[in-house]
């Protein structure tokens, strides 16, 4: 692995300054590497930063990566990584042509970097300079408390995919500016419809009476509307109270946060070096947390820059050909699957494209008729700042959810696959089983990232026992997985961990199966785990 020449370089700084221009926005500095595929299968374990920790699933990773490639030979073109500098490799069997191209779409994933929101807390950090830090604590840690270390190191990996990520924004100013403060929003999202019981229309008349009281100033409308509160329901103070009482204690943070601040076992001083441990696995994961929820939209952004800069770029000149099969095998439609780039990159297109014909608006929306809808022009020209806007603020689910319509589905002929098996030739057919949109929404949804939600329930959780509740949300946890998580959990925790969580169960009648919602609870007591039904 190696810096890239001086001659390249300078060609990528051409390329920097064309898109500059285009209207991306990103850093003056970047480092470029030229690496091999072994460099590739070596570092893509630790997500291509090679400062990472070392830890021994990175090494089975390694091991498999290789034993695949000698069977399914490959050119992995490009890595990119989100650092201060941004951070990019390349193949050394690309040839210059493709790295300019490649380059273009480098840019586009800083450029969506270092201006979407979900990445704005590592917008001055140096991460690799950060994880080299951290490396050469847990090597200090390994030597002094040799496979211990590592216990600890399994045991936080086993649960740093449930980090609360979006709780990290809650206090931003930005958003204290925009909400209501918290005695507010207790008494409308929690007090009335889960303690008084009123019903939806009764609660959106009140946000009515309290919309109509901030036209005379927050101060003043805070002030009669609690007064008012406080008069119709006696009880709503010592309600909010408790409520402030367990936000205090800890029930906002994630459970690997709240282990490392509240465990009676990690507060023991023999057992303090854990603590940073912990730490640095968590805080590993938050970083890498934007990214894994902004995977289509991401590389649907870096697709629609690679592709309009090289097309416009004079370097282009006698690679037509070879550049339309190469784009073609990154961005075209998976018929079964899905291709992030692909998806990604028509979104931006069909976004584009609706903002340049006005119909990102409520007039286009009332329209029903197809051949009105495909015909509906305003010629807005706005094509360029929306999509700026939706790299600016958009997630992949936000992205999905919002803009795959029918239109979208029928404009680029996408439909569910499902698969079924032929018993008398005993193989699966696929076919297709929807064209709606909302079915492939649907699809689109299930494919992102999307772990469990599990809280620490704070009024049963002491210094002996750990108390954890699964929110269900349609998916239940994998079973196989609880003993070992809850185990490890027990150790970190120094006692027994509960949690509850609901099971699917599923029966035969008469008239078919049936699947029922059923409430469980894991104990991990002595070494030993058990379920018990609640």
């Excluded at 490009?78 to 273009?104: C, G, H, K, L, Q």
């Excluded at 609360?164 to 419809?193: A, R, T, V, W």
């Excluded at 030739?425 to 469990?452: G, T």
Aim: aromatic fraction near 14%; hydrophobic fraction near 35%; include cysteine.
């Amino acid at each position: 692995m190696h810096l890239i020449d001086q001659r390249t370089k300078q060609i990528m700084e051409d390329c920097k300054t064309k898109a500059r221009s285009a209207g991306l926005s990103f850093d003056k500095e970047t480092l470029e590497y030229i690496v091999t595929n072994r460099d590739m299968i070596d570092l893509s374990p630790k997500v291509m930063i090679p400062t990472l920790y070392d830890y021994w699933v990175n090494d089975v990773d390694v091991l498999k990566n290789r034993g695949q490639y000698k069977l399914y030979p490959h050119n992995p073109y490009e890595t990119v990584i989100n650092s201060r500098p941004a951070i990019s490799y390349y193949n050394d069997n690309n040839p210059d042509w493709m790295n300019i191209m490649i380059f273009y779409h480098v840019i586009g994933h800083i450029d969506f970097f270092q201006n979407n929101h979900l990445f704005e807390k590592t917008w001055n950090d140096d991460f690799v300079g950060q994880a080299l830090s951290d490396k050469r604590l847990i090597e200090s840690l390994r030597v002094a408390h040799g496979r211990y270390c590592d216990y600890v190191i399994e045991f936080g990996r086993s649960i740093d995919n449930i980090t609360g990520y979006f709780n990290q924004f809650k206090h931003e100013d930005y958003i204290k500016k925009s909400e209501p403060e918290e005695i507010i929003s207790f008494y409308f999202d929690n007090f009335l419809p889960n303690i008084a019981g009123k019903k939806q229309n009764d609660i959106f008349k009140e946000i009515y009476e309290y919309n109509l009281l901030i036209d005379k100033g927050r101060d003043i409308a805070r002030t009669i509307f609690i007064n008012t509160v406080k008069n119709k329901h006696p009880e709503f103070e010592s309600y909010f109270e408790r409520h402030k009482g367990l936000l205090n204690s800890g029930i906002e943070m994630d459970v690997l946060e709240f282990i490392t601040e509240y465990s009676p076992f990690l507060k023991k001083e023999k057992n303090q070096w854990m603590r940073s441990v912990l730490s640095i696995i968590r805080n590993t994961s938050l970083y890498f947390a934007p990214q894994i929820r902004s995977k289509i939209i991401n590389e649907g952004w870096a697709s629609y820059w690679h592709d309009t800069l090289f097309i416009q770029d004079e370097r282009i000149k006698g690679h037509e050909a070879d550049y339309a099969k190469l784009n073609a095998g990154v961005t075209s439609l998976s018929r079964v699957g899905l291709n992030p780039y692909a998806i990604g990159l028509r979104l931006i297109q069909h976004i584009e494209d609706l903002a340049d014909k006005g119909k990102i608006s409520w007039d286009f929306q009332k329209i029903k008729d197809s051949d009105q809808r495909e015909k509906y022009d305003k010629k807005i020209m706005k094509g360029k700042e929306a999509i700026f806007e939706l790299r600016k603020n958009f997630s992949d689910f936000v992205l999905i959810n919002t803009f795959v319509d029918q239109d979208f589905v029928d404009k680029y002929d996408l439909f569910v696959v499902g698969k079924r098996l032929d018993t008398s030739r005993n193989v699966y057919q696929y076919y297709i089983k929807s064209r709606k949109a909302e079915d492939y929404k649907q699809m689109l949804i299930d494919s992102l990232y999307h772990p469990p939600h599990i809280v620490v329930d704070t009024e049963l959780t002491d210094d002996n026992t750990l108390y954890l509740v699964h929110k269900f949300e349609g998916k239940q946890l994998i079973k196989d997985f609880i003993p070992d998580v809850i185990h490890g959990l027990g150790y970190l925790w120094g006692g027994d961990v509960k949690i509850e969580t609901t099971e699917i169960v599923v029966s035969n009648t008469s008239s078919g199966q049936s699947r029922m919602n059923q409430r469980v609870r894991y104990v991990f007591h002595d070494g030993k785990v058990n379920k018990e039904k609640i």
